[in-house]
């Protein structure tokens, strides 16, 4: 646990407490008064309530969207199912205001719906809604359905047997065994919704505000830290109470598993049930997914007079930004992929340590850190940028001007889904497993590595490719720090929005497209890279 507890303590607590204390102290007196005078604004109180139950809703929905294309990942085999998987994902790394400007583009004025039926969804909260399932369906379907895969299905087939009904058997066999999986991947889905910044803004209008949104608003452009602060205060709260509820019922569910390899359990589907089951879920992916993904790439290539490739052209020339960058816009590409496998490296070293060591039951302060792993899920992004410029700028721990703080930044993001990922996995590894090493003789190290790595290699995978994922997206905290000659892809897409004109806006839909084919690109080499079979679930 050293390695976690120092990074967590040193670029997350630190830089967090710090900001905090700005917005808090006044003279070096704690102002703790500030927070019973924010908390009673009933601006404040809106935006708190509107934050919680959006987040409870887009939670329930994206399970009940994502779930049937959990088992279908996990149990059919159909043509294209690697490349579609890694589809599914591409979302996972977009930068929120991207995601937001091609769901108005979908649902605002002049958009598809509009278009087609004389509908808007744009200012209502249903556009948030299904922006929030676009971007959390890969986390259902790569949390569970990578568990669910693994299970041997004949301990269902058994009940089935025994004189349990179809239901029935998966009620009382396989969702018992799911049931610590669904719960980590509707945590991760709730804490994204509950921070949500660029969707709401974007797609909410003036109506709508989550915590988030606020933090931003009253940090950036009305300069009250303040209020920052205290609000900053309440997210890290409610966060901590939700994360400290699921590790309760996380140990209550354990419970060592019997896995397989998944390719003794996927097959192609059968009966017209099915095939409408298999169905319905690619055209969810085709409707949720595809469509503003594809609408995108057709902004990209919008040229005046048709269609072309004339910002992809524009992107190779810092002039053609009009003074947005100093270097040409598509060095960011090669900027995004050092930093994102640089900080994939620290989240898989620091959440995997993390990992091993919750799996060892060594009292309340390890199953306290299993909830504490979570929060910077679940803290405002714009306060851990905005901690990193006041607090690492000074020796021993001057970084401000260094290229690693970008990497640090993203990590954090990455090491909660590299833990969340494994952890349901390395729980269902039998320990006698490893006693029985033990007696033989073999060193802690060395049964981790005989016994526990063969088994977790699927799992560690996907870790990684969760963790480049987020850190290839991740803006919040890197608009602060990323320098204006070493730009990532998410804040030179931010940055070209912001300004106006047409060419800004083409070139944004270029670099946004360009983000989607890396991600797709690299997560379908990661599909194909495979363990060997033995050892493997």
């Known amino acids: 646990m050293a390695v976690p507890v120092a990074f967590f303590a040193v670029f997350f607590a630190y830089p967090v407490v710090a900001i905090v204390g700005r917005g808090l102290k006044a003279d070096g007196v704690w102002q703790f008064g500030r927070i019973g005078e924010v908390l009673s604004r009933p601006d404040i109180l809106d935006v708190l309530w509107f934050t919680t139950w959006q987040a409870l809703a887009s939670t329930a929905l994206t399970l009940l969207i994502a779930l049937p294309g959990a088992y279908v990942f996990a149990r059919f085999d159909f043509p294209g199912k690697q490349l579609l998987r890694a589809v599914v994902t591409v979302p996972f790394v977009l930068p929120t205001v991207v995601v937001g400007t091609a769901f108005l583009a979908l649902l605002g004025r ?35 359905g990578g568990l669910w895969s693994q299970l041997d299905p004949r301990q269902e087939e058994a009940a089935r047997v025994l004189g349990a009904g179809r239901f029935a058997a998966w009620r009382r066999v396989t969702l018992p065994a799911l049931a610590p999986a669904v719960a980590a991947a509707a945590l991760m889905v709730f804490l994204f919704t509950f921070t949500s910044f660029g969707v709401v803004q974007i797609l909410g209008g003036p109506a709508y505000s989550t915590l988030e949104v ?91 007079g048709g269609h072309g490739f004339d910002y992809y052209r524009a992107l190779r020339s810092a002039d053609a930004s009009g003074g947005t960058f100093l270097v040409a816009p598509l060095e960011a590409i090669w900027n995004s992929l050092q930093y994102a496998l640089v900080a994939t490296v620290i989240g898989l070293v620091v959440g995997g340590l993390a990992a091993a060591a919750l799996t060892r039951r060594a009292g309340r302060l390890v199953r306290g850190f299993d909830a504490l792993l979570m929060l910077p899920l679940g803290v405002s992004a714009v306060t851990v940028g905005f901690g990193f410029l006041i607090t690492l700028d000074e020796p021993p721990l001057d970084l401000r001007t260094t290229w690693i703080l970008v990497p640090l930044a993203q ?116 599909e194909r890279i495979r363990p060997d079979r033995s050892g493997e679930f």
């Not at 990455?414 to 073999?442: I, K, N, Q, S, Y």
Request: proline share 5%.
């Open 110 to 144: 002049g958009g598809f719906l509009d278009e087609l039926a004389g509908v808007r969804l744009d200012t209502t909260v249903w556009a948030i809604l299904l922006a929030h399932v676009f971007f959390n369906y890969a986390v259902v379907v790569r949390t569970v």
């Open 214 to 304: 606020e933090i931003y608003r009253q940090t950036a452009q009305l300069l009250d830290l303040p209020t920052a602060a205290v609000l900053t205060m309440v997210q890290f709260a409610a966060v901590g109470a939700v994360l400290a509820v699921h590790a309760w019922t996380v140990r209550r569910r354990e419970s060592a598993l019997k896995l397989v390899d998944p390719a003794q359990t996927a097959r192609r589907p059968r009966g017209a049930g099915q095939r409408a089951l298999l169905g319905g879920v690619l055209l969810t992916v085709l409707v949720l997914i595809l469509l503003p993904l594809g609408v995108l790439v057709e902004r990209s290539l919008d040229v005046p």
């Open 411 to 526: 990590a954090l993001v990455g090491v909660p889904f590299v833990v969340r990922t494994m952890l349901p996995v390395l729980r269902a590894v039998d320990g006698r497993l490893r006693e029985a090493a033990t007696v033989l003789g073999a060193s802690p190290l060395r049964a981790w590595r005989e016994v526990d790595l063969p088994l977790v290699r699927r799992a560690l995978l996907v870790a990684a490719g969760f963790a480049f994922a987020v850190s290839l997206g991740e803006f919040g905290a890197t608009v602060f720090i990323a320098r204006p000659d070493n730009p990532t892809l998410p804040v030179a897409v931010a940055r070209l929005l912001g300004r106006s004109g047409e060419l800004n806006y083409g070139q944004a839909m270029a670099l946004s497209t360009i983000l989607m084919l890396v991600c797709a690109v690299s997560l379908l080499l990661l």
